[in-house]
């Protein structure tokens, strides 16, 4: 079982940056792929970012398209932390972002919310143009 715990959502102008962070209790976090989604009033859940451990021990992130270049996910199993940096917001970036944890996920199946078995409560992101 693991708890997530969202933080570091708000309201700023578009161009500016936020950086949201995930708290995860449970003792093997490190296993975990992690992932970050959004999701607005009148869309499904959008996958952004996630960050996987391969077979060889190194870290994997994946973005979405809509994302790439302007945010970074990072994780620091130390501190079983979670994070996402997010640069040039845009108004279209306006959704509650979403931790989630996935116990066994490849790469291909990281950018579908059900591969996901924990999530957070979410924390709102407001951009304004």
């Known amino acids: 079982q693991v708890q997530l715990v969202e933080s570091g959502g708000g309201l700023v102008q578009a161009g500016g940056s936020l950086r949201l962070s995930c708290a995860a209790a449970?003792?093997?976090?490190?296993?975990?792929?992690m992932g970050w989604f959004r999701q607005t009033p009148d869309k499904e859940r959008e996958f952004v970012a996630a960050i996987r451990r391969s077979g060889g021990g190194t870290y994997w992130a994946y973005y979405a398209d809509s994302v790439k270049g302007r945010f970074t996910i990072s994780r620091d199993n130390a501190k079983n932390t979670v994070d996402l940096q997010m640069n040039g917001l845009k108004p279209e970036d306006t959704a509650v972002y979403y931790c989630a944890a996935a116990e066994a996920a490849s790469g291909s199946s990281l950018y579908r919310a059900r591969e996901y078995d924990y999530w957070g409560q979410g924390t709102q992101v407001t951009v304004s143009s």
């Open positions: 449970g003792r093997t976090f490190r296993s975990y792929a």
